[in-house]
């Protein structure tokens, strides 16, 4: 969308109310007054014309320029407001910033078009239904092109590109109880307000609300290279809560060259992330692929104070992946980095299975060692970096790659592949395992033509359902010299190694 079009979304918005008197009330404030009463769930019901859509109905709908697309937000920014239907059935309201002051948007069937082949008499209203979210416009990669920068819809989901990017993971206001033996808690956000675009950041808050909790979330955004994120949310207890998941990124992985039997595929690799990266509170710089397992797994990192962690998409050629409609080379990477002291707790990594590259199996988050209180307050500021930069760019012998696969003439065996840039005399790897696995065949030497040091050794599980293997390389006194390479092997689907 360009310029001229950019310009048209000035009309409804100029005709929106201006929010007056406790309209205009801080957010955090009703988010407040929303954690001291009882939980109203939404109704999860839509009427006409945005109830029962297919996928390809539900793209069918479009907002119209000038009426729910390209509303401008100040210099270089513009908002698309989303429909309703398919998997967003909920209400949000949303506040947009206009010449008065900021506006609720009053939502209506009339700024959206429909396509004909799956609609037909489109009614002037609908009853309960309102926008499912939004998405930003900004020109990212050209100048007077609005290319989409952000979305926020379905639950408290968004996610964000930089430059040359396309969509890949995403991050969640909060998580609860991911990964634990209870079904999940998706806490979702109720109200969204968008500031008048400033200096080239936008402001966004929004309220967050669900049985256990509500709460309040404050963004600024910075697109660039790099997109930059930065994000303090309040979190307000309704129950005391210990399976919190704090700045929680969501991600995909079906396979890659740890696993490739996972999947029979004709793509080497199928993934939006490939590991989680883990800058400590100890200084240490933890490195863990992810895996596609054969049950639900969950790895937690301890930690006092962490300085950062994130999933990262390594492989940046289209080689690596050979898929050229996905482009999974393209996904960005994102990094979390705290604001302040976070204290003890764990960086918590959830892996679920999967069969296909359409559900969102992998979810890493901070989570506070201890439980939030009931009526309490809570804040957490950190920074949000979408980003194609390498995840360990300065680092002497930084992790170039992992690789596994089945001993064939030692039935019961796995052979483990870590590769490292950079070569140097009188290194020595240290490696571990847990339980009762036996370790192998470790063998350190340079790789030829300068491509660096690879490490190589053979697993044997025994019974072993699982395994956590832990490699670093060390220097002639003892020191680490490289990041410390973990991975949780796992019995696959088959019972095999």
């Known amino acids: 969308m360009r310029r001229r079009a950019f310009l048209a979304g000035t009309a409804a918005l100029l005709a929106a109310p201006a929010l007056r008197g406790a309209g205009q009330a801080s957010l955090l404030e009703e988010a407040r007054a929303l954690a001291g009463g009882p939980y109203a769930a939404p109704s999860g019901r839509l009427p006409p014309p945005f109830a029962g859509l297919n996928y390809d109905a539900y793209r069918g709908i479009r907002p119209i320029p000038g009426r729910a697309a390209m509303l401008p937000l100040g210099p270089g920014y513009a908002a698309d407001l989303l429909p309703p239907g398919l998997y967003f059935p909920d209400p949000v309201r949303i506040d947009l910033p206009g010449e008065e002051g900021l506006a609720r948007l009053p939502f209506s069937p009339g700024l959206f078009e429909f396509e004909p082949r799956y609609f037909d008499a489109i009614p002037d209203t609908a009853p309960g239904a309102g926008f499912s979210g939004l998405r930003l416009r900004h020109p990212l990669n050209r100048a007077g092109v609005m290319d989409e920068v952000l979305v926020v819809q379905g639950a408290s989901y968004f996610r964000a590109i930089g430059q040359a990017m396309v969509y890949g993971l995403s991050a969640r206001a909060v998580a609860l109880g991911t990964g634990g033996p209870a079904p999940e808690e998706f806490p979702r956000f109720t109200w969204l307000r968008l500031h008048r675009a400033e200096g080239g950041a936008i402001r966004l808050e929004a309220v967050i609300d669900s049985p256990s909790l509500a709460g309040h979330l404050e963004m600024v955004l910075r697109p660039g290279a790099a997109t930059v994120t930065d994000i303090t949310v309040t979190l307000l207890p309704r129950r005391e809560i210990a399976d919190i998941g704090v700045a929680p990124l969501t991600s995909m992985y079906l396979k890659g060259p740890m696993r490739a039997a996972v999947s029979d595929d004709f793509r080497p690799r199928v993934h939006d992330s490939d590991v989680l990266v883990i800058d400590n509170g100890a200084g240490e710089r933890l490195w863990r692929p992810i895996a596609n397992p054969a049950r639900v797994e969950t790895s ?16 940046r050629d289209f080689e690596d992946f050979e898929d ?13 980095e705290p604001l302040e002291d976070w204290g003890p707790g764990a960086v918590t990594l959830v892996e679920i299975p999967t069969g296909d590259e359409f559900m969102d199996n992998i979810v890493a988050f901070w989570r506070p060692a201890a439980p939030l209180a009931a009526g309490s307050e809570h804040r957490f ?3 949000i970096n979408w980003t194609r930069a390498e995840p360990l760019a300065g680092v002497a012998f930084p992790i170039r790659q992992s690789r596994s696969g089945r001993e064939h003439d030692r039935p019961g065996t796995r052979r483990f592949v870590v590769d490292f840039a950079g070569e140097r005399a009188g290194l020595v790897a240290d490696l571990s395992a847990t339980g009762a696995a036996e370790l192998t065949g470790l063998s350190l030497f340079a790789l030829p033509d300068g491509l660096g040091t690879r490490v190589t050794f053979l697993m044997a599980p025994g019974a072993e359902d699982s395994v956590d293997l832990r490699l670093v390389l060390r220097d002639e006194a003892g020191a680490a010299a490289s990041p410390v390479w973990l991975y949780r092997w796992t019995r696959a689907r088959d019972g095999g190694v």
């Open 381 to 383: 500021a950190y920074r």
């Open 300 to 315: 937690a990192f301890l930690d006092d104070g962490p300085r950062a962690f994130g999933l990262w998409q390594t492989p």
């Open 324 to 336: 050229s409609e996905a482009r999974y080379h393209d996904r960005p990477s994102a990094r979390v």
